[in-house]
């Protein structure tokens, strides 16, 4: 469930891809917090692999959007301390061996990282909406939150409101109801019908 700083959406002005959502927020939230600031390998004046991070440099500066090198363990680790430093070679490696090594054709991080984090609070994103919510509530949390994008969907598209709105991190979004049957998905399993309806 999001909130907005009103109490309802008078109109949505412009539509974005889910990227572009991404992108736009945290543009936003780079600018309305100084403490806010973004690490990560081609982030900044490549503007990352997806190009959500396009800007940010030359707008922020190579201190707020800080290009690393492939060093995740480091730079996670200035964050949060370092966790677990054998993990990559446990779940990605030892994980991987059998299907990079002769056996059957398999590729490098295909797995699903969600049940890894458990006692991490962790949200993922399904639509353009949602992403801008999510990642504004994360960011402004007080404790770590791990965002969930999926890349097949940066190119979903959909009307996001002018105005600031926040999701709820400790809410499901209830996207029909109903009173025969529950559903519980998230992600990119979530997805419009042929009329046009979030499913």
């Known amino acids: 469930m999001c909130e907005s700083a009103n109490a309802s959406f008078d109109e949505i ?3 974005l891809l889910l990227f572009e959502a991404l992108q736009e927020v945290l543009e936003e939230e780079i600018d309305r917090d100084p403490h806010v600031c973004l ?9 990352g692999s997806y190009k959500v991070t396009k800007g940010l440099a030359e707008k922020f500066g190579d201190l707020r959007v800080l ?7 480091a730079f996670t680790g200035m964050n949060l301390g370092f966790l677990l430093l054998a993990f990559n070679q446990i779940s990605n490696n030892c994980g991987m061996l059998h299907y990079t090594s002769g056996g059957p054709l398999g590729a ?30 994360a960011i402004r949390s007080e404790n770590p ?5 999926h890349v097949l969907l940066y190119n979903l598209k959909e009307s996001i409101p ?3 709105y926040i999701c709820n991190l400790e809410e ?16 990119r399993m979530r997805r419009k019908d042929a009329g046009e309806q979030w499913v």
Do not use: W
Request: charged content about 25%; aromatic content about 8%.
């Open 145 to 149: 939150v791990i965002l969930f994008e």
């Open 108 to 137: 490098e991080h295909s797995q699903r990282l969600e049940s890894y984090f458990q006692s991490i609070q962790m949200v993922a994103c399904s639509t353009p909406y949602n992403a801008k919510g999510l990642m504004k509530a």
């Open 13 to 15: 002005p412009h539509e």
């Open 162 to 164: 002018d105005e600031e």
């Open 67 to 73: 290009d690393t090198p492939i060093c995740e363990k």
């Open 39 to 47: 690490m990560g390998k081609d982030v900044g004046h490549y503007g």
């Open 172 to 187: 499901a979004e209830m996207v029909r109801p109903g009173e025969h049957i529950t559903i519980l998905t998230y992600s």
